[in-house]
């Protein structure tokens, strides 16, 4: 009987983890909670998941994904370019979750609860939990590990290597964008590169409508939704057009649809990719190309153009035709943990924006620190750190950095706060003129462009480089 | 009447600080107590000196000294160098004092009460603080920064230009043991190299002496001292030779006069300068030989042995005759920090030392971490984490480190966990063969030996090439 049982739990542990096709056995390592106070030794456990199936010896490089905001698991469903290359390299697969999202949360259920439960969510402690891990993986260092992310997760990839070159062989950084900080980069360089995006998407705009047309419904949107939110007559209109899940009832409520709003088109960028992917939302091909044939005309009535934007906006919320009241609380899938994220983009990660309504498409505003941190101080009782980001990992100078490769997409509104300029020959820059949010990570697609593919084959032969060089030296 | 306060205050103020000769203003930067909680918003301020008579714009570079375990006074008296080449640079003198030590201490008084506060004491923390600082100094980044340090505040320097390099454009890490961590150089390296200079301290011996009687001498006195450590009239005998402050009174005692005495060993060498200096007592030029002086020959009876002992004691004790008791529970001057290092050790900088008796002149002493971590346990209350330092700084694998100077006398024990090969061409590697710890930081002396002036030199003109490359990216 006992063996049924056991028989019955493998096979149930086999479907799970062979899910999206990848298999990988899940871990849990345990650390210190506090890696920088010698006297507080409570520790935690963080997940990672392993494959070892390409690993022929106790030399054999580690291919080491530095988790971002969210659930480990999407992440890993989501990188299918190191599932591929694993067997050619004989390389250990890691996937390791970052402290206090998806699985690894320090105190369970209690931390979010406040401020103090969540001071321990830093870049600096989940760098160090996968050095720790490393450690743990690599004792005598011997074996090469190549750190890889995207996003969020290709920054700290960056600075796993800049911050622990000993442990960390080489890094891809995909759309990491470790320049999107103050006084780095100018605040409205994302919302111009995604307006771009959307002014380019359509192929081609029936005849006598300028290019511009989807970006100029767009913007005439704003104005028109604000005014429906300012009345009852206008909020009823728009609760029945859009089926929120919380009804707006007061002119404040249009903030946060704006603020929703602002995130679904970022979005759609940002997952823009030349095939249907699950990776933010369920997406078609080309969402943004989608999105713009909603409104590829002029509509001379405004609740023309409303019906209009809410059938685009379908295509991000309700592509798999399962919704039933629009949540407007959050733009991103349960698996990210916007929660987690809100609170590092209100300590460390402060990352300005600003929108001005003539080279972008948004309603104008200015960044504003104090509004920010008054926000802040609000939702997480904390004050931002302007600077902690490049006083701890450097912005302006770089130069020092060795065996990273920062990798861009164009159409990619965070390539405006990626690296797009080598600072010495130990640096690659690879620009993906036709490439979203890191689709260079993903598995490769028949639609994938040529920049795609081209990027990967690079990547494969610099990973081989920084192999011999590391097996050279040892 | 406020005038003559305001002018008897500045007088007063020149004449402190003019002592030894350096000029400096005294100030106080205040930061975070924990740069790694973004929640904790407490903060806490630390000293730092700064001279800028030779700064001619604000561009011009910065000579930052990282503090270390003690009163940051002490060591701008002691690293006359950088008083001597900061006009020739054109730049800004810096000396800033480690977090715990000295002045700057984070509780107050009650900054050693228990770990809760000492928790604080950490050098990721003090990097974090030096970071600080500078970002305060030098906001745009337009000035390059040398770091310098000896001892461990050589550590810092270079792990300050390893961990922060967008802020750091070179260091001189002079005696820097880097190298001195579990797993890393062997044990007993330390004792070994030790013992090899009072070897050879003596010039030549009285005829028929073999070389090494100085140290069979040393080796004689541990049997003949413990043995008169056992019982009520050998301790009397050793109160009244050694005129202890507090008498000893068991059999135990011993051990507490055996660790003093290792220390004062090491010191004398570590302080085996070729005149007199007050680093870290007030000595006499070459004081190994001095020691070594009173222990040239056979001493036939126990009491003589003793007596030359106790003589050769003093030069390290007693050097300006003032002395009225031995204190022996610790070697060290109240300036230098050596409770905070004690919890340092116990904490982060583990740094294995062993004994064999063959070697080396001590009582045979295996590298025991059970042991030494349940003293720092019965001590501090904390378990010290053996692999921090090498899991966040690296010690096998340091070849992406560039702009450093890894300097080392290898008349200085503590060369034996320096770095005496260089891994790159951007790392220069200087030995100083008749140098004791950090000589070469120390003011130019007319018995400095030739490698140390050699030595001085070769710094002048890398820094000159660090700060011109510098410029050159600016």
Same mark, same amino acid.
């Given at each position: ?5 056991n028989?019955?739990?493998?096979v ?21 909670? +506090? ?21 022929s ?8 994904y *530095? ?8 992440? *890993?469903?989501?990188?299918g ?9 004989? %390389? ?21 609860? +406040? ?23 690599n004792p ?5 590990v190549? *750190? ?43 919302n ?14 029936p ?8 970006? +100029? ?24 057009k ?6 707006m ?7 946060t ?9 970022? #979005?759609?960028? $940002? ?10 939302? +369920? ?14 005309k ?19 919320t309700?592509?798999?035709q ?20 809100d ?7 402060? $990352? ?29 009782k904390?004050?931002?750190?302007? $600077? ?12 020092? %950095? ?40 993903? *598995? ?5 462009? %040529? ?16 192999? #011999? ?6």
């Amino acid at each position: 009987m006992m063996k049924v049982w056991n028989f019955l739990f493998l096979v149930t542990f086999i479907i799970s983890a062979v899910y999206c096709g990848y298999v990988y056995e899940t871990k849990t390592f345990t650390t210190l909670l +506090d890696h920088f106070n010698f006297v507080d030794d409570r520790t935690f456990s963080f997940r990672y998941l392993v494959n070892n199936a390409s690993v022929s010896n106790d030399k054999s490089p580690i291919l080491f994904y *530095a988790g971002n905001e969210g659930d480990i698991e999407l992440f *890993a469903e989501n990188t299918g370019f190191i599932w591929k290359i694993a067997p050619k390299l004989g %390389a250990l697969i890691v996937f390791a979750e970052h402290r206090y999202y998806g699985k690894s949360l320090p105190f369970g259920n209690e931390s979010y609860k +406040d401020p103090q439960h969540l001071g321990y969510l830093t870049s600096e402690q989940a760098l160090a939990d996968y050095a720790d891990l490393l450690k743990f993986l690599n004792p005598e260092e011997e074996r090469p590990v190549i *750190a890889f992310g995207g996003s969020y997760g290709g920054m700290l990839a960056a600075w796993f290597r800049m911050k622990y070159p000993h442990l960390v062989t080489g890094a891809l950084a995909s759309s990491a964008p470790v320049l999107q900080f103050p006084g780095v980069v100018p605040c409205d360089i994302f919302n111009r590169i995604l307006t771009s995006v959307f002014k380019v998407a359509l192929d081609r705009n029936p005849d006598g409508t300028p290019q511009s047309i989807c970006i +100029d419904n767009i913007k005439k949107s704003w104005t028109v939704l604000q005014n429906y939110s300012s009345n009852d007559e206008g909020r009823k209109f728009l609760n029945q057009k859009f089926k929120f899940c919380t009804a707006m009832n007061k002119t404040e409520d249009w903030n946060t649809f704006y603020d929703y709003l602002q995130d679904v088109l970022g #979005n759609l960028a $940002m997952a823009n990719y030349p095939y249907p992917a699950n990776f933010l939302a +369920d997406l078609p091909a080309y969402p943004v190309r989608e999105f713009c044939g909603q409104l590829n005309k002029e509509f001379p009535k405004n609740e023309e153009l409303i019906n209009a934007f809410n059938e685009a906006l379908q295509i991000y919320t309700n592509y798999t035709q399962k919704l039933t009241c629009l949540d407007i609380s959050s733009a991103y899938a349960s698996n990210l943990g916007s929660k987690g994220w809100d609170f590092q983009a209100c300590t460390e990660m402060v $990352m300005p924006t600003c929108a001005n309504g003539t080279t972008d498409m948004f309603i104008p505003k200015k960044w504003d620190f104090k509004e920010y941190s008054d926000n802040c101080m609000k939702k997480f009782k904390v004050i931002p750190r302007e $600077m902690a980001a490049m006083t701890q990992y450097g912005g302006k100078r770089m130069d020092t %950095a060795s065996n990273i490769i920062f990798s861009n997409g164009l159409l990619d509104p965070w390539s405006g706060g990626g690296v797009l300029r080598s600072f010495n020959e130990k640096v690659d820059v690879i620009i993906i003129p036709e490439g979203a949010h890191h689709i260079d990570l993903r *598995a490769d697609n028949k639609l994938d462009p %040529a920049s795609v593919k081209e990027s990967r084959k690079f990547y494969l032969e610099k990973f081989k480089t920084w192999i #011999n060089e590391f097996q050279t030296k040892m």
